[in-house]
């Protein structure tokens, strides 16, 4: 569109601009711009308290503007800006309040993190924020085009992120599988965008819209393959089966911090722009992608949940745990509607303190050469870092859906959502996968507060309190067998370790702490955070 | 004035929290004083704000206040708030009160206690419950403070845990507070399902749209409740049992505050119980039988604190009966009156077994009036005012209840009134075996004299003092011939529609009263003559009545073994057949089919990129298979 009018006065038109709706995302990436300035100014290495201070700083100065625009649109209802390219709606700043909190917590664990592994310079936070815009740019794309370009900010970003450690060779691996992968479903997404844009004219999401809904289509076979493109690229971005074969590679191998950043961060962005495109553009055609969201949710959640629980690996079980949480998110696009789209914007909010601190967790037990990530490596944990373990055992349950966490009320939104799409059988299987998640979950949390020797060596005595009809080293035995950890050895190498205490650096701390307390705070109090995203979705464009 | 209402719930809840983290390192005495003195802060805004509120007019005594919203779902819309009312005001002076001083008493009677900071912990947090259960304006909030003061109950009678019989003791309580809180939650199901809301000035407001048998269940729902926390029949036999709690405790929760929550739950429903006069009749029958049985036997126990929580069974009876006979103040009259008496008495009899190191037995007590002349002086007072001797307290608290009675049923009537007479004797059976007659915890148990009976220190004292001059003069609330300036006038507006008002004249009133005050003299006499000499009359104390009508035998037959081997089947042959063989074969399942999909995951990224393609494929031929079958 822009394009065409450019084209006609041959002059350059430079559209209105409303600064309100960018500041965000010009905050972010001015302060990467900024820091990565300062590094190339100074002969060494940026200090990595310096780093980490000025990335929170940038964040937190995006997190209060998008407060800002909050109420700038509470009051004055959301509006569109850049020639209709970027929109500014509840929808949005909920997205950018996600990212910029995920940014302030990443920036926290990763301190301690790159502190342990001796990597200096700030270039991983420049790239963090690089990143982070990108996921807010494609929340508030108003156009495939720009939606496009929000995917490649964040994604080229983030394959650097994953092999970002340069002493583990599994990060360069992950890093360099993401990269063609991500190339590939990327070059899938352009053509989608080109699809749609030869079917109706434009790539303005509100114009397809409109498009749509005043010329019937029966079975345009280019808008139908567009669509479908389009789709794909999405699924692979939020790691939906059958496009989530990079999931567990990339994760495990990725910094474990970065992981926590890239299940938050880049589900989110994703989530965000298929959300848009699919409930609000393709709203129309829905009655013919929701039978193949439907397909995808089923398969998500079951091959996440069933994997998982045959991980040893902690990362891996993670990821796999992510493409199950995925299958959830994917029940709110499928209802498509307004409480489906909140279900799923308070879902991913919900979901992003829950996996950051889990991560968290799993960068600091990872000790130094972050390799220590065998589920063995949590045995006793509780008994000798019983906070640390607490915490970690209440993210793993808000996880799993406990109630009087937010992630009991995740999954009970996106759930009811899908009851009222009438696709009970789809609900029916998410609860079901969530019953088999709860396993994977409970595994490491029994782990964390079982002894911290094997099954053989612990006294009979030990556990005089539950047998009743099992003597307790059959018991022992039977849980053992029951949490299939009979192959889980004491591992000699990590009981040694696990003797000592693991160093948790304070800042991780903090970050796990915050994501604890949003995790539980607002599983009592659901209120303030259920209206938020409800509100968000009233005030959705277009 | 009103508005610093919320700090009775919050002083105790800030008590809590300071001892939780610091009451080890404040230890004894310092960690009790923290208790004391919050709760103590709490009994002083409760008296504000009972100016606040008595400065309103009559018709304008009530104050909502919200705080926050915590629950909003859908139709589910649940704010946290305070209803402040003529009568959740006067439960909440009575409860903070009693509590401050019985908190006070702890102090001394806790010394050296192990787990000393632990029992203040506990002891706050249910007084925040208490508070939360009372001034609630929501009914899924109050259910949250009735789970409180349950959860509290639960850990002050298992206290000492280490002895088998307090850590069954709670577990006992706690399965039979569950029968009746399942009774709540179901009555809290059905308003919701009716009115679409649980907010208690609204389900009020509609109480006319619940319909007939609605309300009718929902009434017997809450009786069933009232049961379980209140200790009526059926539910009643943890009461006694929750006696081996620390004795501050059993003067707290299990005689003045918490047990009377069941009956604060029927009478804050009350506008709901006036529309069906069927479940008033249940209430009124539950509540008159139970302060029967109950007082036949108390009239037996050895154990002085089994007599007094047997007493307590029967004493909240009438409260119930009251209740279903409509006559609301009369109950609340005689909850506030049994508040005191009861609070003393179980203190006094704490002072006993501290004085004699843990002696429980009654009869290894006796002439106990000379060695602790400050217990023996307000037990005094406790034991006439329970029996029902003019002027004290009790008997106009309980004259108030059965002149209601009378109307509304003269059997049931006369039942109280006999009632009446077994509590005045097994007061007295008590009174006179603990404190006259021989010195028999002086003689010899094991070869050699124990040592003498200790009066206790000051902080034990005081309290004493202060409720028995309360369990004297505490009738003054509401004398029957002033119910103008009385707690009458004052909680009237509560149940403008709902209270049963008894127009007798003047000389019937006299008349009953003077049978309450015969019913209590004769009893008196009567134990006073039996008991005076012998310490030891086996013909007086049944073994049917000693085993407490053998209700517990009978529910252990009928529930408890056929319970046992139901669990032994469901163990064995249900869990350990049925149940885990379908989790196993699940597990197997998924375990067998994971490790099928888990060989797609080869780790080459061009078998990933094939996963791609295929998808793709997929989505796109389905789409196009629209097109060309369209």
């Not at chain 2, 939360?132 to 304006?137: F, Q, R, Y």
Request: neutral net charge; aromatic residues 12%.
């Amino acid at each position: 569109m822009i394009a065409a009018a450019a084209a006609a006065n041959a002059t350059i038109h430079v559209p209105a601009i409303r600064y309100l709706a960018i500041m965000p995302v010009i905050i972010l990436l001015g302060g990467a711009v900024l820091l990565l300035a300062a590094q190339s100014l100074v002969r060494r290495p940026l200090r990595l308290r310096f780093a980490t201070v000025s990335t929170v700083v940038i964040s937190l100065g995006a997190f209060a503007l998008a407060w800002w625009q909050w109420t700038d649109v509470m009051d004055h209802g959301p509006y569109t800006t850049i020639a209709h390219a970027v929109v500014s709606d509840g929808f949005s700043v909920l997205v950018t309040v996600l990212v910029t909190s995920a940014m302030v917590l990443f920036a926290l664990v990763a301190e301690g993190y790159l502190a342990r592994e001796g990597i200096e310079g700030s270039e991983l936070h420049v790239l963090a924020l690089v990143s982070a815009s990108g996921a807010i740019l494609m929340a508030q794309a108003n156009d495939l085009v720009i939606v496009f370009l929000g995917l490649e900010i964040l994604s080229i970003a983030l394959y650097v992120l994953t092999a970002y450690n340069h002493k583990r060779s599994e990060s360069g691996e992950a890093g360099l599988k993401y990269f063609v992968l991500g190339g590939f479903s990327s070059a899938v997404f352009v053509y989608g965008i080109a699809l749609t844009y030869g079917a109706t004219g434009t790539t303005n999401l509100t114009q397809i819209a409109s498009f749509l809904s005043r010329n019937v289509l029966v079975h345009d076979g280019v808008l139908l393959a567009g669509m479908s493109l389009l789709l794909v690229g999405f699924a692979f971005k939020v790691a939906a089966v059958p496009f989530h074969m990079w999931t567990p590679d990339v994760y495990q191998g990725a910094p474990s911090p970065v992981t926590g950043f890239m299940a938050a961060v880049a589900k989110a962005g994703g989530f965000a722009a298929f959300l848009r495109v699919f409930v609000s553009s393709f709203g129309v055609l829905r009655a013919d992608w929701r039978p193949i969201v439907y397909v995808l949710a089923i398969v998500t959640l079951l091959v996440g949940a069933g994997l998982a629980v045959v991980q040893r690996d902690i990362k891996r079980m993670l990821a796999y745990s992510s493409i199950n949480h995925a299958g959830f998110v994917l029940l709110g696009l499928q209802a498509a509607s307004a409480a489906g789209v909140s279900a799923a914007l308070y879902y991913l909010f919900a979901y992003a303190f829950m996996v950051i601190g889990s991560f968290a967790v799993v960068a600091v037990i990872g000790r130094s050469g972050d390799m220590e990530h065998d589920i063995a490596s949590y045995r006793g944990l509780a008994r000798s870092q019983p906070l640390f373990a607490f915490a970690f055992a209440l993210l793993l349950l808000a996880q799993a859906g406990i109630p009087f966490t937010t992630g009991f009320l995740t999954k009970f939104q996106v759930v009811v959502a899908s009851v009222d799409g009438h696709s009970v059988p789809l609900a029916v299987v998410a609860m079901g996968s969530a019953a088999l998640a709860a396993f994977f979950y409970l595994r490491v949390t029994v782990l964390m507060y079982g002894p911290e020797r094997a099954a053989e060596e612990v006294p009979a005595t030990a556990t005089a309190g539950g047998a009743l009809f099992a003597p307790a080293s059959e018991l022992r035995t039977r849980l053992n067998a029951a949490l299939l950890l009979e192959d889980v050895p004491a591992a000699p190498r990590v009981a040694a370790a696990a003797t000592g205490r693991v160093p948790v650096p304070p800042l991780a701390a903090v970050a796990v702490g915050i994501c604890v307390l949003v995790t539980v705070v607002f599983g009592v109090f659901p209120a303030p955070l259920v209206d938020f995203a409800h509100k968000a979705t009233l005030l959705f464009l277009p | 004035m009103l508005h610093i209402a919320y700090l009775m719930a919050l002083l105790p809840l800030a008590g809590f929290a300071v001892l939780v983290v610091f009451g080890k390192r404040l230890g004894d005495p310092l960690a009790g004083w923290v208790g004391t003195v919050a709760v103590f802060g709490a009994f002083v805004v409760a008296c504000i704000a009972l100016g606040g509120l008595w400065n309103e007019p009559a018709s304008a005594r009530h104050f909502t206040e919200n705080y926050f919203s915590w629950i909003a779902v859908g139709g589910l819309q649940v704010k946290v708030g305070l209803f402040l009312d003529p009568l959740s005001m006067t439960m909440c002076l009575f409860v903070t009160g009693v509590s401050a001083l019985i908190h006070l008493y702890s102090i001394g009677y806790m010394k050296d206690d192990s787990e000393y900071s632990k029992f203040f912990i506990y002891l706050n947090l249910f007084v925040f419950s208490m508070v939360l259960l009372v001034l609630s304006d929501n009914l899924l909030v109050t259910f949250v403070g009735w789970e409180g003061v349950g959860l509290c109950s639960y850990f002050l009678i298992a206290f000492w845990h280490e002895r088998d019989s307090a850590a069954s003791a709670g577990k006992k309580a706690f399965v039979y507070n569950r029968i009746g809180d399942a009774g709540f939650l179901i009555a809290v199901f059905l308003i919701f399902s009716k009115l679409g809301t649980l907010d208690l000035p609204t389900i009020f407001a509609h109480r006319h749209a619940l319909g007939g048998d609605a309300t009718t269940a929902v009434a017997l729902l809450l009786l069933l409740a009232a049961t379980g926390k209140s200790a009526q029949i059926p539910l009643f036999n943890w009461l006694p049992d929750a006696m081996e709690g620390p004795t501050p405790v059993s003067a707290l929760i299990h005689a003045a505050t918490m047990v009377t929550a069941g009956v604060y739950l029927l009478c804050r429903m009350n506008s709901v119980l006036a529309l069906t006069p069927d479940a008033r009749w249940v209430v009124a029958v539950i509540g008159g039988v139970t302060a029967f049985v109950a007082a036949t036997i108390a009239s037996s126990q050895q154990d002085i604190k089994k007599v007094l929580a047997f007493s307590t069974v029967s004493q909240i009876g009438y409260m119930t009966l009251a209740v279903g006979t409509g006559a609301y103040i009369a109950a609340i009259f005689l909850m506030v009156a049994h508040a005191f008496y009861k609070a003393l008495l179980f203190l006094g009899a704490g002072s006993i077994i501290h004085g004699l190191h843990d002696e429980q037995d009654l009869k290894r007590m006796g002439g106990l009036a000379r060695v602790l002349p400050w217990t023996y002086g307000t037990f005094l007072a406790a034991w006439l005012a329970i029996a029902g001797i003019p002027p004290l307290a009790g008997f106009w608290a309980k004259g108030d209840v059965l002149s209601n009675v009378f109307r509304k049923s003269p059997v049931l009537w006369a039942l109280g009134v006999v009632t009446a007479i077994l509590t005045a004797y097994y007061m007295t059976r008590l009174f006179v075996l603990a404190f006259r007659g021989d010195q028999r915890w002086a003689h010899a148990v094991s070869g050699h004299a124990p040592e003498p009976p200790h009066e206790c220190p000051w902080v034990m004292r005081v309290p004493l003092v202060v409720l028995a001059v309360a369990s004297f003069a505490g009738g003054i609330l509401d004398l029957p011939f002033v119910h103008t300036a009385g707690l009458s006038s004052w909680l009237g507006p509560v149940f403008s529609n709902s209270l049963f008002v008894d127009h007798e004249g003047a000389g019937l009133q006299s008349g009953l009263a003077v049978i309450d005050g015969v019913a209590a003299v004769i009893g008196l006499s009567v134990a006073w003559w039996a008991w005076r000499r012998e310490w030891d009359r086996p013909a007086l104390e049944p073994a049917f009545l000693q085993r407490v009508w053998y209700w517990d035998d009978f529910y252990d037959a009928i529930i408890g073994r056929p319970g046992q081997v139901l669990a032994k089947v469901a163990a064995t042959t249900v869990d350990g057949r049925v149940i885990d063989g379908a989790v196993n074969g699940v597990a197997t399942l998924v375990r067998k089919s994971a490790s099928g999909v888990r060989r797609l995951q080869t780790g080459y990224v061009r078998n990933y990129a094939l996963g791609i393609v295929l998808g793709l494929a997929a989505v796109v031929a389905f789409l196009l298979s629209r097109v060309w079958w369209s």
